[in-house]
């Protein structure tokens, strides 16, 4: 009941930056956080960052802490994140996810997902 879509991804040379987006629409009023995760050829989906609709609280994983930023636009029902000095491992699929609850790291707290947009970082 939460239709979530990305853009904004693309191939950028190692240095650059990117800026993806995540558009919400549906029963958006059920959904209290959003967070940004990605998935690389052969690996585990993981947990970049997460922000709650209302305070703008935001969670970030370790290994994203100072070149990622996560931000919203409510009046929009967007969410963004803003990826600088990118790196080839910064290479994936990047997805949005819809929670309900707080803001969270793990994928099965997440109940709605978008479709995801390709980061190619090239060297």
């Known amino acids: 009941q939460v239709q979530l879509v990305e853009s904004g991804g693309g191939t950028v040379q190692a240095g650059g930056s990117l800026r993806l987006s995540c558009a919400a629409s549906g029963r958006t009023f059920s959904s209290y956080a959003m967070g940004w995760f990605r998935q690389a050829p052969g690996k585990e989906r993981e947990f970049v960052a997460a922000?709650?609709?209302?305070?703008?609280?935001?969670y970030y994983a370790d290994s994203m802490k100072g070149r990622f930023t996560i931000s919203r636009d409510n009046a929009k029902d967007t969410v963004y994140l803003q990826m600088n000095s990118l790196k080839p491992e910064d290479t994936a699929v990047y997805y949005c996810?819809?929670?309900?609850?707080?803001?969270?790291?793990?994928?099965?707290?997440?109940?709605?997902w978008g479709q995801g947009t390709q980061v190619t970082v090239s060297s």
């Open positions: 996810a819809s929670s309900p609850r707080g803001i969270r790291s793990t994928m099965d707290e997440y109940e709605y």
């Open positions: 922000i709650s609709w209302r305070f703008g609280g935001t």
